[in-house]
């Protein structure tokens, strides 16, 4: 499949700004989503925290097929001492993400007593491409609203230190995607999740690799949302989601436009089962190695 570029200017500003302030930090939080972890990975904030502290939180579990998630998850591990899977939004998302923080900077916290050093807050940083769910964590860390949220990628455009608790500082940072995407099935991956902005790639395309996907590892998916038993060509099941959803245009045409933001917004919102879009493990780590500061 054909590149994918699209690297707007503020974030560019913003990933020099990481390579900036991740030197302030102790610990670096890296969210990914768990549909699509490896996808979701920017190379760029690899080499940016090689030399830090690192907690991998894989976000939106509940969306993912639990099986592949474990799978994915083993495997991250296998590259980051510290992955822990989890719905942002749960009771036990707080206690959990704060004690992995806490396990992890635990050494370095006896290292500084050591050298007869005053314990000082943990300051740590969240990052993540568009839309992964770095502001939900931190309303959930810090128990209300500190971060706006949208479920719409490059929401949050700067950087700002919160105050997760006495022990705890917290730099939030804007998502921030590659500057360009050698697969395309990356990128597609990526906007089915709602990391990339919908009009980047047309939502034809997206629909097609959907339910080509869905036809391979998930045939019983769109059943019980739109009466669909085989998943045939794109459009069969055009046509009947809009029967389903009543989706006509002047003339009584299917209105196609309309049943492609049906299912994209019913997929990515968790409504047509638990999905996991990743098959290829191999994919962990190896994509869009390009990680150079943008000057």
């Not at 991740?22 to 699509?36: E, H, P």
């Not at 034809?204 to 769109?222: F, G, R, S």
Request: proline share 5%.
């Amino acid at each position: 499949m054909a590149e994918v570029h699209w690297f707007p200017g503020h974030m560019s500003k913003a990933l020099n700004e990481l390579y900036e302030k991740v030197q302030l930090v102790d610990l670096v939080i890296l969210m990914l989503d768990a549909r699509a972890p490896y996808s979701s990975i920017n190379p760029d904030f690899l080499k940016a925290i090689e030399n830090k502290l690192k907690l991998i939180v894989v976000s939106k579990a509940d969306l993912a097929d639990p099986s592949y998630l474990t799978i994915q998850i083993e495997a991250l591990k296998e590259k980051f001492p510290a992955v822990i899977s989890v719905n942002t939004m749960s009771a036990v998302a707080k206690k959990l993400i704060l004690s992995e923080i806490n396990r992890v900077c635990e050494p370095k916290r006896k290292k500084d007593a050591a050298r007869g050093l005053k314990a000082q807050p943990i300051k740590t940083m969240v990052i993540g491409v568009p839309n992964v769910g770095k502001s939900t964590l931190i309303n959930t860390l810090v128990g209300h609203s500190a971060a706006p949220t949208a479920n719409t990628p490059g929401f949050t455009r700067g950087q700002k230190w919160i105050n997760i608790s006495d022990d705890v500082h917290l730099l939030d940072t804007p998502g921030i995607l590659p500057k360009g995407y050698h697969d395309k099935s990356v990128a597609t991956r990526l906007a089915l999740v709602g990391c990339v902005k919908e009009t980047i790639l047309p939502n034809t395309e997206i629909v097609e690799y959907l339910l080509a996907y869905l036809k391979e590892y998930y045939p019983d998916t769109l059943l019980e949302r739109f009466d669909i038993g085989e998943i045939s060509d794109y459009e069969s099941v055009m046509e009947t989601i809009c029967d389903n959803r009543h989706l006509l245009k002047s003339g009584n045409q299917y209105d196609f436009s309309r049943g492609e933001t049906v299912l994209l917004n019913e997929f990515k919102n968790g409504l047509i089962g638990q999905i996991s879009l990743e098959r290829d493990f191999s994919l962990c780590l190896t994509t869009n190695n390009n990680s150079t500061p943008v000057k």
